[in-house]
């Protein structure tokens, strides 16, 4: 079956911000670099995602292992823009729990064909949460330094991922169960997924953007 068309612009999203980082990798301070390499890995993830898609193979346990770099990139991505007080308690005790848990589930509870959905879901809302906790941190840094949130590329990035997680938390929940009624209705509902994630790319190309004007 041929991947549709949405698909493949998601795929080609990707790329967008990835390239305008590397573009401007001179300029960019280390927290911006860091995550340059995050995009990089996604996209190369992402082509691995598809050539195994292509030749038939299973992508379970390859999105498995991407979700836990993409959490730890992501958790001490925000941890640098998190109040000084409270930033290493929550990050940490963040990761703690996700690893502690993935470890937990890969050892009882995985199944290799089907959808880790206990870890993609524990996955969002932590990064759904550490987002949130970056924007209060950077209302309280606003208010005390008078520098506009939005000129700040941080808010763009914690944007792009409430974005993401947020707009895919219900299908990808669901990702087994949507499995049950065929191939054809589980795209047809991924179409939300891809939808997101384009925007959350949009949102990752603005922040680099906002950070080299």
């Not at 346990?61 to 998190?82: A, H, K, M, N, P």
């Not at 759904?128 to 700040?152: D, E, G, N, R």
């Amino acid at each position: 079956m041929r991947p549709p068309l949405l698909s493949y612009i998601a795929m080609a999203s990707s790329v967008f911000p990835l390239t305008i980082g590397l573009r401007h990798w001179k300029t960019l301070d280390k927290p911006l670099r860091y995550f340059t390499l995050f995009l990089l890995l996604t996209v190369l993830q992402i082509g691995l995602e598809y050539y195994l898609g292509r030749i038939k193979a299973s992508t379970h346990l390859l999105s498995d292992y991407y979700r836990s770099i993409e959490v730890t990139f992501l958790l001490l991505l925000f941890r640098q823009f998190i109040l000084p007080q409270i930033k290493n308690r929550i990050v940490f005790s963040f990761l703690a729990f996700y690893f502690c848990l993935w470890l937990v589930v890969s050892q009882y509870f995985y199944t290799p064909d089907h959808l880790n959905i206990p870890m993609a879901v524990t996955a969002r809302i932590l990064l759904v949460s550490c987002a949130m906790i970056v924007l209060y941190s950077l209302v309280h840094k606003t208010s005390a330094f008078l520098i506009p949130i939005y000129k700040q590329y941080i808010f763009w990035i914690a944007i792009g991922v409430l974005t993401y997680c947020t707009g895919t938390f219900m299908v990808l929940s669901l990702g087994n169960e949507i499995l049950k009624y065929g191939a054809d209705y589980f795209i047809a509902m991924w179409h939300i997924n891809w939808t997101f994630f384009i925007l959350s790319n949009m949102f990752f190309s603005w922040s680099f953007i906002v950070a080299t004007k």
